[in-house]
């Protein structure tokens, strides 16, 4: 039986582990799939971006665009000798520094190194149209002649071409001539960025030019991420967010401390795709707890049927045993009767009292029997009908008093405030006080007190508790005690006849009236078995009425 339980634990485990597993994997390829459709949908925009870039990169080179129809021999030439610069490269400078752009134009030999101040720099002067030695070396320059050089020395090898440019961040822009005969460097020049131009004239432009237009479907922003800061933005209301930023793109070789960040704000495609992935994931969702419901739901009903078959089959062997005792006593003193050995008169009377106790017993069973089958089978409410509460008890403990006194108990009875009124059957009830009182008489031995009270807390329910100060029931049996046939398994139990129904009966015609039973139980102390059931002709109650005093009225017989 145990194997058949891990059995099903295994498999519960197995379905909920295969669902899980299933839902994740599922839950993967959509997103891949959205993440496919959203870089796809936005390659639009990307190519935008890019295009951009590469505008930055060509607007750099546009004022040095003759550059490579210079003879790098004849520049060589006046540099290594010292002779005057070549015209036609005079004249390129000089188209050059009119781009506002830049700021200043320097020009260094192949070997001067211009970072430490001991390199023989020009400075290119648009007025006079010449280079001009400089005494000062400015930072700017400085650092790209000098990241410059030391770029160029581990290219010249291999390098085929006449010029190279090389940026030092958005600061400057250095181009390497080169003399491609023989692989030497001929000179640098070193053009000084205006930053401000870039950005607000040229770079801030532009995007605004492609991008401002809400057709764009994109917001993008000029984003220096060494300092962390905007640069610029298309669209000044939206802040910028790392979190919205969709695409970001870089402008190679250039302005390396700078990009463009882009957020998406509508894109069909992706607003589907978006409205479908959420939808699936929706869906899904539901299928899946609905999946793990029905399994669950599916485990809990098997396993509920099992202990019923389980319970049932204990019942069955439960009343077989119980029957047994009874006729196996009956049977032996009949058969002693019948074979005619007992003739003294005191034992033949013995003998007549044991068949007789034990036949009511066993008619008791089978009466109590009757009345659980009946109970599990919602046949007992007959006659439900408006129950004056006080009134009825009242009646009934009238003619249990004299019982209850001949037993030693003194009994209280505390009725109702107002009239309380349920509606039950008032046999059922009757049954189910009797049960309650039989109890409280069979366990109690020292204190024999037993009160019952009725007590109305709100308007719409009503409580009757039977309180006893007798045996007391422990913890770990009270939740078990309303199961047919357990009994607590103490001394006092143990000498007390009983099958282990009553309480069973008890709860059942209870539940079949509308009520429920609770228990307040301590061990050796006492228990109070309350009755709770809805009211069925509201009054008004006070307030008041858990702090005014009561007095029990006390059943004293003579
Ligand atoms: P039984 O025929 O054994 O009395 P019940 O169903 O009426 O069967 O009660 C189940 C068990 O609950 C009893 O065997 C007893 O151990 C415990 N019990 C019930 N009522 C009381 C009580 N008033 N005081 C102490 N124990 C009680």
Redesign the pocket.
């Known amino acids: 039986m145990a194997n058949y339980l891990t059995f099903r634990w295994i498999l519960l485990g197995i379905g909920l582990t295969s669902i899980v597993s299933l839902t994740g994997m599922n839950v993967y390829s959509l997103y891949s799939l959205h993440v496919s459709t959203v870089s796809n949908s936005i390659e639009n925009q990307k190519n935008q971006l890019s295009e951009v870039s590469e505008q930055v990169r060509s607007r750099f080179r546009t004022p040095v665009k003759n550059i490579w129809k210079l003879n790098m021999e004849h520049i060589q030439f006046s540099v290594e000798n010292d002779e005057d610069t070549p015209d036609e490269f005079l004249e390129m400078l000089g188209i050059a520094a009119v781009d506002p752009i830049f700021t200043e134009i320097y020009f260094s030999g192949p070997d001067c190194n211009a970072c430490d101040g001991d390199g023989r720099l020009q400075r290119f002067n648009p007025v006079t149209n010449q280079l001009e030695w400089v005494n000062e070396y400015p930072d700017i320059a400085s650092d790209g002649l000098y990241m410059a050089r030391i770029r160029m020395l581990a290219l010249i090898d291999n390098y085929r071409w006449k010029t190279r440019v090389l940026f030092d961040t958005h600061r400057s822009m250095t181009i390497a001539l080169i003399n491609p005969g023989d692989h030497t460097i001929v000179g640098y020049l070193n053009f000084v960025i205006k930053t401000d131009f870039l950005i607000n004239n040229y770079l801030g432009p532009l995007l605004s030019n492609a991008f401002a237009d809400e057709k764009s479907g994109i917001n993008v922003w000029l984003y220096d991420w060494t300092k962390d800061e905007v640069l610029y933005a298309t669209d000044l209301t939206q802040e910028y967010e790392r979190s919205n930023v969709d695409i970001i793109q870089q402008f190679p070789d250039l302005l390396d401390d700078w990009n463009l960040k882009a957020s998406v704000n509508h894109n069909p495609a992706l607003a589907s795709s978006r409205s479908s992935f959420y939808t699936s994931l929706s869906v899904m969702g539901a299928t899946v707890l609905f999946l793990i419901g029905a399994m669950v739901f599916m485990f809990i009903t098997a396993q509920r049927e099992r202990n019923l078959a389980i319970s049932q089959a204990g019942f069955l062997a439960n009343v077989t045993h119980e029957l047994k005792t009874p006729l196996s006593v009956m049977q032996a003193a009949g058969e002693n009767l019948a074979d005619g050995r007992v003739n003294n008169k005191k034992r033949l009377i013995s003998y007549g009292e044991h068949i007789f106790s034990e036949a009511v017993r066993l008619r008791q069973m089978i009466d109590k029997m009757l009345d659980v089958a009946k109970a599990d089978a919602g046949k007992l409410v007959q006659n439900a009908e408006p129950l004056h509460l006080n009134k009825t008890l009242q009646s009934y403990l009238d003619s249990h008093a004299s019982y209850l006194e001949q037993k030693g108990f003194t009994l209280q009875f505390v009725p109702g405030e107002s009239d309380p009124v349920i509606f039950a059957d008032e046999d059922n009830l009757k049954t189910i006080l009797t ?1 309650l009182i039989e ?2 008489v ?2 109690s031995s020292d204190e024999k007190l037993l009160k019952i009270s009725v007590n109305q807390n709100d308007i719409n329910h009503i409580r009757i508790d039977i309180e ?1 100060k ?4 422990p913890r770990k049996d009270q939740k078990r ?1 309303f199961e047919k046939f ?3 398994e103490d001394t006092l ?1 143990a000498k007390t006849k ?7 009966i008890v709860r059942n015609l209870t539940i079949l009236n509308g009520g429920k039973i609770t228990l307040k139980s301590t061990h050796c102390k006492g ?1 109070t078995f309350s009755l709770h059931f809805p009211v069925h002709i509201k009054h008004e109650i006070s307030t008041k009425n858990d702090k005014r005093d009561r007095t029990a009225a006390e059943y004293i017989t003579k």
């Open positions: 049960n109890n409280a069979k366990y006893d007798g045996a007391g029931i005690i357990y009994r607590v139990t009983g099958h282990g129904l009553g309480l069973s228990s």
